[in-house]
C-alpha cells in the first residue's frame, strides 16, 4: 500500500532539520502514545548526513484478529534512517525485530521552509503480508504512522518554540 502524508510543522526548517538529526529528540518521543520508550541504537553524522537506527515498541491496543497471528510484546522494530541535511530529505526502512517476513515499510521524507514554519511530505509504501488481515493491517500502519508524524510534529513545536 502506497502512502503519502503531508503536514506543516509550526517551527523554521533549520531547527526540525537538527531535531530530527538530534538523538535526544527520539528519546523525548516516550510521550507519544501507542509507543514504548526509544531506544536510540545508532547515530553517526558524516557531513551532511546523519545516520539514525531508533529501535521502537508497539504498546496499543492490537485487534483480536492479528493477535492471533502475532505476539503484541514481540511488535517491535528498528527505523533506519539517513537524513541528508543539504537536501533537507530522510530516506527511511522500517525493520522488525521478529516476524520480518510479514512486514516491509520504507519512504522518504522532504522537508521545506513554509514561511517561518517547516513543510513535510512523507511517502512510502507499506506491505503486510498476512493473508486475510494483510490490507486492513496495511491501513492500520499506515493510521498510526499518520498519528504518529503529527504527536511528532506537536513534540517538534515544543522542542524548538519556547
Same mark, same amino acid.
Given at each position: 500500500m502506497r502512502f503519502d502524508l503531508e503536514q506543516v510543522i509550526g517551527a523554521p526548517l533549520a531547527g526540525v532539520l537538527e531535531a530530527i538529526a538530534d538523538p535526544d529528540f527520539y528519546r523525548a518521543q516516550a510521550t507519544i502514545a501507542d509507543l514504548g520508550r526509544p531506544q536510540v541504537l545508532e547515530h553517526t553524522r558524516r #557531513? @551532511?548526513?546523519v545516520v539514525?537506527?531508533?529501535?521502537?515498541a508497539y504498546s496499543g491496543e492490537v485487534s483480536p484478529a492479528l493477535g492471533k497471528i502475532v505476539a !503484541?510484546?514481540?511488535l517491535t522494530w528498528v527505523v533506519q534512517s539517513t537524513v541528508d541535511? #543539504?537536501?533537507a530529505s530522510v530516506a527511511? !526502512?522500517?525493520?522488525p @525485530?521478529?516476524?520480518? @517476513?510479514?512486514l516491509s515499510a520504507s519512504g522518504t521524507q522532504h522537508l521545506s521552509a513554509? #514561511?517561518?514554519a517547516t513543510r513535510r511530505v512523507v511517502e512510502g509504501a507499506v506491505q503486510v503480508h498476512i493473508p486475510l488481515v494483510g490490507r486492513s493491517s496495511e491501513r492500520a500502519v499506515v493510521g498510526g504512522l499518520s498519528r504518529h508524524i503529527d504527536a511528532e510534529a506537536d513534540l517538534l513545536r515544543e522542542w524548538l518554540v519556547p
Amino acid at each position: 500500500m502506497r502512502f503519502d502524508l503531508e503536514q506543516v510543522i509550526g517551527a523554521p526548517l533549520a531547527g526540525v532539520l537538527e531535531a530530527i538529526a538530534d538523538p535526544d529528540f527520539y528519546r523525548a518521543q516516550a510521550t507519544i502514545a501507542d509507543l514504548g520508550r526509544p531506544q536510540v541504537l545508532e547515530h553517526t553524522r558524516r #557531513g @551532511d548526513q546523519v545516520v539514525l537506527r531508533v529501535r521502537y515498541a508497539y504498546s496499543g491496543e492490537v485487534s483480536p484478529a492479528l493477535g492471533k497471528i502475532v505476539a !503484541a510484546e514481540k511488535l517491535t522494530w528498528v527505523v533506519q534512517s539517513t537524513v541528508d541535511m #543539504g537536501s533537507a530529505s530522510v530516506a527511511f !526502512a522500517v525493520v522488525p @525485530d521478529h516476524y520480518p @517476513d510479514r512486514l516491509s515499510a520504507s519512504g522518504t521524507q522532504h522537508l521545506s521552509a513554509s #514561511g517561518h514554519a517547516t513543510r513535510r511530505v512523507v511517502e512510502g509504501a507499506v506491505q503486510v503480508h498476512i493473508p486475510l488481515v494483510g490490507r486492513s493491517s496495511e491501513r492500520a500502519v499506515v493510521g498510526g504512522l499518520s498519528r504518529h508524524i503529527d504527536a511528532e510534529a506537536d513534540l517538534l513545536r515544543e522542542w524548538l518554540v519556547p
